[in-house]
């Protein structure tokens, strides 16, 4: 530096004030640098957060963390893996690939990884759904005849791939009428041309399919939040049909950074409650969700770990029982001992 400031000194034609004034605030920044070098090597050396997600709009509270600098205001780093259905987000994390999951993850889907590998998962946030914050729908091409889900009756109905996705289907159609009903897997983003080409008579599906057949005129909604109505008996209770975890390894290993992204997380939950209309922009990129479509599909609602009530836990509860009592789960699993305790 002496040189340096030694040839300024006497050198005229760098002896303005404005030359005078950049040289100054290099020198400054060059010290607040090497200052700050140690800071920013404990920062470094934090973990990288890998969290799996699928690329819906129940996801939109970790997309809106993302995008507003929520987890780098927290001195988190943090990674977003897209993954093609809910089934590989869980795999990921029991394989050590990821962390955790965002909102969207299928809950059973976490279950199963919970029943193989007992004590792995802890569910910090929900996105329950029903009638009127629709997720889950069933949907018939837009001339149908069907007026209930009984009219599907012997036809040929689509699901998400899936284990969740089928086994909810299924129970779907048999406790709304449809006896005879076939359940064919299909991903999701095919459903409505499915439709449209006359390969299926309806489908069990998950927005914002529904929205965007009605906007292009292929198909309608049939009944929404049908999983509440079937499955839990009350079109308005809320199905915890997805959510966000983080790893007890992850947890135990950074208990500090654990509690610093379920905080940053929670203000995106915040963020996407308080503010939807413009928390809405950051469906782009994260999910198939564009232009005008981003102002009309329907966003879930969110429960965080600290907000679930008894009334909440035992509807949770019985989404798990059904999977019990169709022996999809080994086991049964109790809701509770998967809450993330804080």
Known sequence: MKPSLHATAVTPSLASPRRRNVLQIGAAGAALG?????????AQTGPKIRIGYWPIAAGLPFYSAIE??????????????KFAGAQQVMEAVLSGRADGTSNGTGSANIAIGEIAQPGTFKIFCSNPSNVDNVLDEIIVPV?????????????????????????????????????????VELPIGQHVAALAAGQIDGAYTLEPTGTIGRMNGTSRVLEPGVIAHYVLGDPKAPWFGGSASLSSDFIKKHPEEAKKFVAAYGKGVAYVRSKATEA????????????????????????????????DVAHFQKFFDLFSDKAIFSKRLMVDSMLYKG
């Not at 090497?34 to 404990?42: E, M, R, S, T, Y």
């Not at 507003?68 to 893996?81: I, S």
């Open 34 to 42: 090497l200052l700050g070098a140690p800071a920013l090597l404990h």
């Open 68 to 81: 507003l600098g929520y987890f780098k205001e927290a001195g988190l780093d943090v990674e977003a893996l």
């Open 143 to 183: 001339a149908s005849p069907a007026k209930t889900i009984a009219d599907l009756k012997g036809k040929r109905i689509a699901s998400g791939p899936g284990i969740q996705n089928v086994t909810l289907a299924k129970t779907v159609l048999e406790r709304g009428g449809a006896t005879g009903a076939t359940v």
């Open 280 to 311: 809405r922009q950051y469906l782009k990129g994260y999910t198939a969700i564009e232009g005008a479509l981003t102002s009309e599909v329907p966003l879930a609602a969110y429960t965080m770990y600290n907000e679930f009530t008894p009334a």
